[in-house]
């Protein structure tokens, strides 16, 4: 493999700072034995889901996160790992974990959102969570709700009262 030289690690690591800076939420995970068109297929899928995944020397990963809200998962960077990233705080990991129980090589160590780290089970229950949009159309819905039924009960009392006078109208009529 070709040595990188400084400047170019130090681009590296400068881009890196700033995707891992502005992330909502980072899934750390190994890659071991993945092949190409797997890795494609993982990266169009995060796409899709307006996340991103990356696969960057531990060392220079580790020193993109200094400075960073990520900077307490830097222990997970050992071994062949890669990095998805979304600034929505679960479309990464509803991704990874969905891509993990799938495919077995893709083994997620753990990551973070809103600036804590969670272990591999946090992850989990982060993907189990419902996304952004869904919690949006649910408060929607919510708030949809009292505004129709309280338009039924006002107009209740009126039907009523029309069927009243429509009642006394055919009584006098016959």
Known sequence: MAR????KKAEVVEGLNGVLGDAGSVVVAH??????AQMGDLRTRMR???ASFKVSKNRLVVRALKGTAAEG???????PTGIAVSSDPIAASKVAVAYAKEND??????GMVGGVAIDANGVK????????????????GLL?????KLAGIIAAPAGQLARV?????QKEAA
Do not use: Q
């Not at 090589?105 to 753990?110: D, P, Q, S």
């Open 73 to 79: 998962i830097a222990h997970l960077f050992k071994g």
């Open 4 to 7: 990188m030289d400084r400047t």
């Open 144 to 148: 949809k709700a009292p505004a129709t």
């Open 31 to 36: 890659y071991t034995g993945m092949t190409v």
């Open 125 to 140: 229950t982060l993907a189990e969570l419902p996304s952004l949009d869904e919690l949006r159309g649910k408060i929607c």
């Open 48 to 50: 899709a889901a307006g």
């Open 105 to 110: 090589k893709l083994v997620i160590l753990g």
């Open 165 to 169: 006078i429509g009642a006394y109208s």
